[in-house]
């Protein structure tokens, strides 16, 4: 399974709904809060390809995309698949 990153901050209610749902599978991820930190928050950003929202969720050197995207994949059945069929980063 690729390691899970996910890219919050604290007072953004997708963040928290994302979490939710990664929680809810007891999928295991690095949070990066992007709080305060310019650095991390830029970083962030390149490995997005420009997107400066939050949350930003990859799974190894895949980006997901934010919320909306990982409710979608959930919806579709597609995000187990990624989980188990994605490369081991």
Do not use: N, W
Request: hydrophobic share 35%.
């Amino acid at each position: 399974m690729p390691k899970i990153t996910i890219y919050t901050t604290a007072a953004c209610p997708y963040c928290l709904s994302a979490k939710d749902l990664l929680r809810r599978k007891r999928l295991d991820f690095t949070e990066i809060p992007v709080d305060g930190d310019p650095a991390d928050r830029r970083k962030m950003s390149e490995r997005a390809g420009g997107s400066t929202t939050v949350p930003q969720i990859f799974l190894g050197d895949r980006h997901i995309g934010g919320c909306d995207e990982l409710y979608e994949l959930e919806r579709l059945g597609k995000l187990d698949v990624l989980l188990v069929g994605a490369d081991h980063d």
